[in-house]
């Protein structure tokens, strides 16, 4: 029970790490003590099991919203789906505590023991989050590593990405606390080097050059998840999207051009299904040579259905209006909400929504040019793959020099996840030193620059146009040169350093005729 409950207790606080109350070093301070707690148990494993049920428990509660509200699920029903969830992403702190507690050195009381301890606990720990954010379509949702967008350390990421920067402050973490409970000078000295050199990195400067700005107006249309899919409402609600996409399109004509941007599925049906007057309002909104438009919508190709974002120019013949060509087709679908995984259809039957099998895109990256900008677009919660996002990046036809994310977050009311999922996209802008631009149904919407802060924010909550200005940026940072290799690298340096140490330990033991 001390196990469970040491767990419970050092995960329950986790939630405030990230925005919008952003103590990440609450965070940090708890990934330290957790591995000394855990091995004063009985049941390590049980004892990460717990932290991690509690902590993405709290974390995700929102979902409760969806999944009852939204969905329909009775209410005892939707907390038992979340409390399944939150169990299953708890196997990952459970199998990093696994490991720790049958690799650590038991008896740290050398500075080399308290060294290999505290980068086992470090790598174990970001590769299972890295691992919980690739299984099964992964859900990287409340890593650390995202939380330091809002830290001093915001200028790490550029250099080793969300998982390499919370590496690297864990060893820190594991080093200083380790001096705290021991007393060894050589775990000062080294809990000092690494956080020397770290400060050191954060004030390296990372080249990039201007791309030259964009003006761009944003419609959040504010449309309640419960109505936005009523047919009986869906006219009032495209006339209102319409009203509003009229006020921004004069805004960007009195400033001379620029890009119009819309929310994920403003236009809540499916293409081909869509009166062509609505589509040709769309592309009307634009202006040849001025003023480019870019808007979210289900677009179904043959027996394909796509969640996109689609880009007109304004000189769209009407026969290209059918199928759009230029356009991002999401690749990372939401599980439940845009395809079912395998033996959960009676779950899904079970809920009050829009379902679809929808596609996943493929092939390169093919950013959306705007006077003289590329924009890499991502729709919803694609921008929260940190190595993912980067191979999409590197792998585009041509270098983005900004990124745009097109969300409809109306599905989490106006919870905490609305501010989580826009930290995680700030922190993708300072991963690759590129801004960002955010439009959602609901909020937030707004500007992010290239380390990652917001320049300018939309609250939540409210029907507007609003404007601003975005400067592009181009140039590699030395993690989007190396994406998740990075971090693979780091891992493979401390296994190999695990296997040394293990061969070691079982030459040792030979010798003495000890059993390993």
């Given at each position: 029970?001390?196990?469970?409950?040491?767990?419970?207790?050092?995960?329950?606080?986790?939630?405030?790490?990230?925005?919008?109350?952003?103590?990440?070093?609450?965070?940090?301070?708890?990934?330290?003590?957790?591995?000394?707690?855990?091995?004063?148990?009985?049941?390590?494993?049980?004892?990460?099991?717990?932290?991690?049920?509690?902590?993405?428990?709290?974390?995700?509660?929102?979902?409760?919203?969806?999944?009852?509200?939204?969905?329909?699920?009775?209410?005892?029903?939707?907390?038992?789906?979340?409390?399944?969830?939150?169990?299953?992403?708890?196997?990952?702190?459970?199998?990093?505590?696994?490991?720790?507690?049958?690799?650590?050195?038991?008896?740290?009381?050398?500075?080399?023991?308290?060294?290999?301890?505290?980068?086992?606990?470090?790598?174990?720990?970001?590769?299972?989050?890295?691992?919980?954010?690739?299984?099964?379509?992964?859900?990287?949702?409340?890593?650390?590593?995202?939380?330091?967008?809002?830290?001093?350390?915001?200028?790490?990421?550029?250099?080793?990405?969300?998982?390499?920067?919370?590496?690297?402050?864990?060893?820190?973490?594991?080093?200083?606390?380790?001096?705290?409970?021991?007393?060894?000078?050589?775990?000062?000295?080294?809990?000092?080097?690494?956080?020397?050199?770290?400060?050191?990195?954060?004030?390296?400067?990372?080249?990039?050059?201007?791309?030259?700005?964009?003006?761009?107006v944003g419609v959040q249309t504010n449309v309640d998840q419960s109505i936005k899919f009523?047919?009986?409402?869906?006219?009032?609600?495209?006339?209102?999207?319409?009203?509003?996409?009229?006020?921004?399109?004069?805004?960007?004509?009195?400033?001379?051009?620029?890009?119009?941007?819309?929310?994920?599925?403003?236009?809540?049906?499916?293409?081909?299904?869509?009166?062509?007057?609505?589509?040709?309002?769309?592309?009307?909104?634009?202006?040849?040579?001025?003023?480019?438009?870019?808007?979210?919508?289900?677009?179904?190709?043959?027996?394909?259905?796509?969640?996109?974002?689609?880009m007109f120019q304004g000189d769209e013949a009407l026969e290209a209006l059918e199928v759009p060509e230029t356009r991002h087709d999401k690749r990372h679908l939401v599980p439940f909400g845009e395809f079912i995984p395998l033996g959960f259809k009676w779950f899904v039957a079970m809920l009050n929504m829009p379902m679809g099998e929808f596609t996943s895109g493929s092939g390169p990256l093919k950013p959306f040019l705007v006077n003289g900008n590329a924009l890499a677009s991502t729709v919803c919660y694609e921008d929260i793959f940190s190595g993912e996002f980067a191979g999409l990046v590197a792998n585009s036809t041509q270098e983005p020099s900004m990124f745009v994310n097109l969300s409809n977050l109306a599905w989490f009311g106006q919870s905490w996840a609305l501010d989580q999922h826009a930290q995680m996209g700030r922190t993708r802008s300072a991963e690759h030193r590129k801004p960002g631009l955010r439009v959602t149904n609901t909020g937030v919407s707004g500007i992010v620059n290239a380390n990652g802060q917001w320049t300018q924010r939309v609250e939540p909550g409210q029907a507007l146009v609003w404007s601003g200005q975005i400067e592009g940026r181009l140039g590699q940072t030395f993690f989007a040169k190396w994406g998740d290799r990075l971090w693979f690298s780091i891992w493979g340096a401390v296994l190999l350093l695990l296997c040394v140490r293990e061969w070691r330990l079982r030459a040792y033991n030979r010798a003495h005729s000890i059993n390993p």
């Open positions: 029970m001390y196990s469970f409950l040491a767990g419970a207790l050092l995960g329950a606080p986790w939630v405030l790490s990230f925005a919008p109350i952003s103590l990440w070093w609450l965070g940090l301070l708890l990934l330290a003590v957790l591995p000394f707690v855990a091995l004063k148990t009985s049941r390590p494993w049980l004892t990460g099991l717990a932290f991690g049920w509690s902590a993405y428990g709290l974390g995700v509660s929102w979902l409760h919203i969806s999944l009852h509200t939204y969905g329909g699920l009775p209410s005892l029903l939707a907390w038992a789906a979340i409390a399944a969830f939150t169990l299953y992403l708890a196997l990952f702190p459970a199998l990093a505590l696994w490991f720790y507690s049958r690799f650590a050195a038991v008896r740290a009381q050398s500075w080399p023991a308290t060294v290999f301890n505290a980068l086992l606990w470090a790598a174990l720990w970001t590769f299972f989050e890295w691992a919980r954010g690739t299984f099964m379509t992964g859900f990287a949702w409340l890593g650390l590593g995202d939380a330091l967008v809002d830290s001093p350390f915001t200028n790490l990421l550029p250099w080793l990405g969300s998982y390499g920067s919370l590496f690297a402050l864990m060893l820190f973490a594991h080093l200083f606390l380790s001096f705290v409970f021991n007393r060894l000078p050589g775990n000062l000295l080294g809990a000092t080097a690494v956080l020397g050199g770290l400060l050191v990195l954060v004030q390296l400067p990372v080249n990039t050059q201007s791309a030259g700005a964009l003006t761009v009523d047919p009986d409402l869906i006219v009032s609600n495209m006339q209102k999207a319409f009203a509003l996409g009229d006020m921004a399109k004069e805004q960007l004509a009195n400033q001379g051009g620029g890009l119009l941007v819309f929310p994920e599925t403003v236009n809540p049906l499916v293409w081909t299904d869509t009166p062509v007057e609505w589509r040709t309002t769309f592309r009307d909104f634009a202006t040849p040579g001025e003023t480019a438009v870019i808007m979210g919508s289900a677009i179904q190709e043959g027996a394909r259905y796509f969640n996109s974002i689609v």
